[in-house]
């Protein structure tokens, strides 16, 4: 007698054994595809908002430089020395050239003299952009800032110090920082290049008062060109 039944074999479609190349292909095309729409559009929307907290701070620090300066009636100074001078108090004046500009204007900012502190305390407060790479410190003094006598940086989202230049510094060539970077190798700033670069190239003014730039994504200086971010109205390359 015949075997009436259909072996379970023949019941199976062929392609119960798994995917075929093509699908298995199809299907890794269409993660590659979505792996790259994510880096297209997720990659950007990181660096934007990365600049744009960079501006946010730069704009933050202009607004409390303009507070300051009503006060004191100069620009903060670019080096503590001259702030020293200024406050009556030399005892601030041992600074070194590293990261020279940025320290001199956080302590000028979180003076407790003259209507301060005029640093913005919820920036001051960020460990994302207050540092201290290079771990100097100075002696506590007459311009009564609170907690560690440490001359702060503060840094970009790319964890490279911002800079601050008297403006009167860079029109005269006599720029002399060195930026200490996050992997602790140094960038010297060229006062010629400054004095050069920070002009207007066809009105050639300079900004009022003092710069502030960041050296932007590729953490190198452009002088305020290139993709650095600045507190002036950039110029062309
Ligand atoms: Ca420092
Ligand atoms: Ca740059």
């Known amino acids: 007698m015949a075997d009436k039944t259909t072996p379970l074999s023949s019941l199976r479609s062929p392609r119960s054994g798994g995917f075929t190349l093509i699908e298995i292909m199809v299907v890794i095309a269409i993660i590659a595809l979505l792996a790259g729409i994510l880096v297209v559009a997720i990659i950007p929307a990181i660096s934007k908002s990365d600049k ?3 501006e946010a701070v730069i704009r933050g620090l202009q607004a409390n430089v303009d507070s300051w300066q009503t006060r004191w009636a100069v620009y903060p100074p670019g080096d503590a020395g001259r702030l020293g001078v200024l406050a009556n108090s030399p005892t601030i ?7 020279r500009g940025i320290e001199a ?7 407790r003299v003259k209507g301060g502190p005029y640093l913005d305390n919820q920036l001051f407060m960020d460990d994302t952009v207050r540092t201290n790479y290079d771990g100097d410190t100075f002696a506590d003094d ?11 940086e503060l840094v970009d989202p790319w964890g490279t110090p911002y800079i601050y230049l008297d403006i009167n510094d860079v029109r005269n ?22 004095a050069e670069m920070l002009h207007h190239p066809t009105t050639g003014s300079y900004p009022v008062g003092y710069v502030i730039w960041s050296f932007g994504p590729n953490k190198k200086n452009d002088y305020g060109r290139g993709d650095d971010i600045t507190s002036w109205p950039k110029y062309a390359d």
Request: glycine residues 6%; negative net charge; hydrophobic residues 45%.
């Open 173 to 194: 060539g006599i720029v002399e920082d060195v930026i200490q970077l996050q992997d602790g190798s140094t960038v010297e700033l060229d006062p010629n290049k400054c």
């Open 52 to 54: 744009a907290k960079c």
């Open 93 to 99: 004046a041992e600074q070194n050239r590293v990261n």
């Open 105 to 111: 204007l956080v302590v000028a900012l979180r003076a």
């Open 142 to 152: 007459k311009l009564d800032l609170d907690g560690a006598q440490a001359f702060f």
